[in-house]
């Protein structure tokens, strides 16, 4: 949905909602791997700090906003070009992104929510 709104608002057909979609979709596979397997069950409702812990929590973030990032700048080129200023694009506005979500995860402070298996 932020996808679609923020293209809307700005006139792009599709070229913020593709890159969104793709993390969706990779996601639940990353998290697969981050979290260890016996927890699962006692896990938090959503990722964060205090699920995580800092390190998985960086990787989770890191990788998504790199592919998010990658995605948007390929499509929105629809080619590579000079390949050194495509991925010195992608990660300077990966690094920013990072930067802006470790930022509010520090200061908003969000209660956990635990995963339950009632109905």
Known sequence: ??????DYFTGTTGLHAAPCVL?????PYLLNLLLP???????YAEPGVNSMGWAPYAVYVGFLA???HFYLVLIEWLQFGDFVYFLGKVVGTTL????????SE???????KYRTNAA
């Open 1 to 6: 949905m932020f996808g679609l709104s923020l």
């Open 23 to 27: 993390i969706a979709y990779i996601r």
């Open 37 to 43: 397997q016996e927890t699962i069950e006692q896990s």
């Open 66 to 68: 790199f592919i998010h």
């Open 96 to 103: 920013v992104s990072f930067m802006m979500i470790v930022l």
């Open 106 to 112: 520090l200061l908003f402070l969000r209660k956990g």
